[in-house]
C-alpha cells in the first residue's frame, strides 16, 4: 500500500462511491416506477344499491360496472371504457347515441348465458318478447354479492338460471371476475362455474351463446348491406345498412382468419381492432384450453355482435360434429375466458399468443 499513490487511491476510493451511489439511485427510481404503476392501476369497487350496479373504477376512473338492475334478464358489465376514455360497447337500450344501430335489443354489454337450456332460450330474451311468448325464454337472476376485494381486484356474485314454468332453479351461477390494468391494457379473467340444479341439464347445440359483447359502432366491419337474422324461435331482424363513415372495425383470429371468415370457425382468441376517432383500439377475447368445447367457435358478426361459443357446434360445424352438453344434478363446469381492452396501439400475434400463454398456465 506504501508503494500505491495517494492521489491515485482516493480518485479510486470516490469513483467506487459514485458507483455504488448511482447503483443506488437507479434501484429507488426503478422501485418508485413500479409503486407508481401499482398505484395507477389500483381497482376499486363502489356499490349503488339505488341502481343495482357496482361500479368497477381503476385509478379512480370507470372501467365498467357490473349491472344488476332487471333492464335486461342478465346480469352484465356495461359499459366497457378503455384507459384513454373511449366506450367500446354500443349505448342501445340503456344509453343510445346517434347513428347506432337499434336491432336484438336482448345485445346489451358484455354478457354470458347461452340460446337453448333444456328447450328454454336464455340468449334472446329482453324486454321486447310478448308476454305470451315469455314462457319460450328463461331469465338470470342475480342473488348476492360474494366478495368485493379492492386489492385483489376480485368481484365474486352468485345467481341463479331460471326457467320460466314454475320459477324453477334450473344452474346455480357462480362467477369471479378479475379486473386488472397493464399499460393501456384493462383485462377482465372472467370464471363462471355453472351447478345444475335438476336432472338433466342438457345444452342443446344452438349458434346462440355464449360470452358475447355488442360493441360500439365504431368497432363494426364496414358493410354495405342490409342484412336479415333469425333467432332460435324463428324471429326476425333485419339489420339495416347505415353509413360507413368512420367505421373500421376488423376481426383477426388465431388461426390467421380476418372479418367474416371469423364467424363459425375454431380459433384461441380473437381480436375486434379499429380506428375510433383517431386512435387504435381494440377487444381480444381469449379461450381457455380447460372450457368444454376448447377450441371455441365463435359468434361474431359484422354488425357489432362479438361472441364465443363452444357448446354450439353442431350448427356451426354444419352437422359434422354434436355436442349437446349435458349437466347431471349436482355435476358442475366451468368457463374462463380473458378480455383485453385496448387502446393506443395494434396487439400484434405475438403479444396475444403470449397473453392465451399466460392465461392458460
Same mark, same amino acid.
Given at each position: @500500500?506504501?508503494?500505491?499513490?495517494?492521489?491515485?487511491?482516493?480518485?479510486?476510493?470516490?469513483?467506487?462511491?459514485? @458507483?455504488?451511489?448511482?447503483?443506488?439511485?437507479?434501484?429507488?427510481?426503478?422501485?418508485?416506477?413500479?409503486?407508481? @404503476?401499482?398505484?395507477?392501476?389500483?381497482?376499486?369497487?363502489?356499490?349503488?344499491?339505488?341502481?343495482?350496479?357496482?361500479?368497477?373504477?381503476?385509478?379512480?376512473?370507470?372501467?365498467?360496472?357490473?349491472?344488476?338492475?332487471?333492464?335486461?334478464?342478465?346480469?352484465?358489465?356495461?359499459?366497457?371504457?378503455?384507459?384513454?376514455?373511449?366506450?367500446?360497447?354500443?349505448?342501445?337500450?340503456?344509453?343510445?347515441?346517434?347513428?347506432?344501430?337499434?336491432?336484438?335489443?336482448?345485445?346489451?354489454?358484455?354478457?354470458?348465458?347461452?340460446?337453448?337450456?333444456?328447450?328454454?332460450?336464455?340468449?334472446?330474451?329482453?324486454?321486447?318478447?310478448?308476454?305470451?311468448?315469455?314462457?319460450?325464454?328463461?331469465?338470470?337472476?342475480?342473488?348476492?354479492?360474494?366478495?368485493?376485494?379492492?386489492?385483489?381486484?376480485?368481484?365474486?356474485?352468485?345467481?341463479?338460471?331460471?326457467?320460466?314454468?314454475?320459477?324453477?332453479?334450473?344452474?346455480?351461477?357462480?362467477?369471479?371476475?378479475?379486473? #386488472?390494468?397493464?399499460?393501456?391494457?384493462?383485462?377482465?379473467?372472467? #370464471?363462471?362455474?355453472?351447478?345444475?340444479?335438476?336432472?338433466?341439464?342438457?345444452?342443446?347445440?344452438?349458434?346462440?351463446? @355464449?360470452?358475447?359483447?355488442?360493441?360500439?359502432?365504431?368497432?363494426?366491419?364496414?358493410?354495405?348491406?342490409?342484412?336479415?337474422?333469425?333467432?332460435?324461435?324463428?324471429?326476425?331482424?333485419?339489420?339495416?345498412?347505415?353509413?360507413?363513415?368512420?367505421?373500421?372495425?376488423?376481426?383477426?383470429?388465431?388461426?390467421?382468419?380476418?372479418?367474416?371468415?371469423?364467424?363459425?370457425?375454431?380459433?384461441?382468441?380473437?381480436?375486434?381492432?379499429?380506428?375510433?376517432?383517431?386512435?387504435?383500439?381494440?377487444?381480444?377475447?381469449?379461450?381457455?384450453?380447460?372450457?368444454?368445447?376448447?377450441?371455441?367457435?365463435?359468434?361474431?358478426?359484422?354488425?357489432?355482435?362479438?361472441?364465443?361459443?363452444?357448446?354450439?357446434?353442431?350448427?356451426?360445424?354444419?352437422?359434422?360434429?354434436?355436442?349437446?352438453?349435458?349437466?347431471?344434478?349436482?355435476?358442475?363446469?366451468?368457463?374462463?375466458?380473458?378480455?383485453?381492452?385496448?387502446?393506443?396501439?395494434?396487439?400484434?400475434?405475438?403479444?396475444?399468443?403470449?397473453?392465451?400463454?399466460?392465461?392458460?398456465?
Amino acid at each position: @500500500m506504501s508503494n500505491f499513490p495517494k492521489n491515485t487511491f482516493c480518485s479510486c476510493l470516490v469513483i467506487i462511491l459514485l @458507483m455504488f451511489s448511482c447503483k443506488e439511485k437507479k434501484e429507488n427510481v426503478a422501485n418508485a416506477s413500479k409503486e407508481v @404503476m401499482r398505484e395507477s392501476s389500483k381497482v376499486s369497487f363502489k356499490k349503488d344499491d339505488a341502481n343495482k350496479k357496482i361500479d368497477i373504477k381503476i385509478d379512480g376512473e370507470l372501467f365498467t360496472s357490473y349491472v344488476f338492475d332487471g333492464k335486461t334478464p342478465k346480469p352484465i358489465l356495461y359499459p366497457l371504457i378503455t384507459k384513454s376514455g373511449k366506450t367500446v360497447t354500443r349505448g342501445f337500450p340503456y344509453e343510445p347515441r346517434p347513428n347506432e344501430r337499434v336491432d336484438h335489443p336482448h345485445h346489451v354489454g358484455l354478457w354470458l348465458n347461452y340460446g337453448d337450456i333444456n328447450g328454454f332460450d336464455f340468449w334472446n330474451n329482453s324486454y321486447v318478447i310478448p308476454e305470451k311468448e315469455k314462457l319460450k325464454y328463461g331469465t338470470i337472476f342475480h342473488e348476492e354479492i360474494i366478495e368485493s376485494d379492492d386489492d385483489s381486484g376480485i368481484l365474486k356474485i352468485k345467481a341463479s338460471w331460471r326457467s320460466p314454468i314454475g320459477e324453477l332453479d334450473m344452474l346455480e351461477e357462480v362467477t369471479e371476475f378479475k379486473f #386488472s390494468e397493464e399499460g393501456d391494457t384493462r383485462i377482465i379473467d372472467r #370464471s363462471t362455474t355453472l351447478t345444475a340444479l335438476i336432472d338433466p341439464v342438457t345444452f342443446k347445440d344452438n349458434k346462440e351463446g @355464449m360470452l358475447g359483447v355488442r360493441v360500439a359502432r365504431e368497432l363494426e366491419l364496414p358493410t354495405e348491406k342490409p342484412a336479415i337474422y333469425t333467432d332460435s324461435e324463428g324471429n326476425v331482424t333485419e339489420v339495416k345498412a347505415i353509413n360507413n363513415e368512420g367505421i373500421s372495425g376488423n376481426y383477426f383470429s388465431s388461426e390467421g382468419l380476418t372479418g367474416n371468415d371469423v364467424w363459425g370457425t375454431r380459433n384461441k382468441w380473437v381480436k375486434l381492432e379499429g380506428d375510433f376517432d383517431g386512435e387504435i383500439v381494440s377487444i381480444t377475447i381469449l379461450d381457455n384450453d380447460k372450457n368444454v368445447g376448447f377450441p371455441t367457435y365463435w359468434h361474431a358478426r359484422d354488425y357489432g355482435l362479438f361472441a364465443a361459443n363452444p357448446l354450439g357446434q353442431e350448427i356451426f360445424s354444419e352437422g359434422k360434429e354434436v355436442l349437446n352438453f349435458k349437466l347431471r344434478k349436482g355435476e358442475s363446469t366451468t368457463f374462463n375466458y380473458r378480455i383485453l381492452i385496448h387502446n393506443g396501439s395494434e396487439l400484434s400475434e405475438e403479444v396475444l399468443n403470449q397473453s392465451f400463454i399466460d392465461f392458460n398456465h
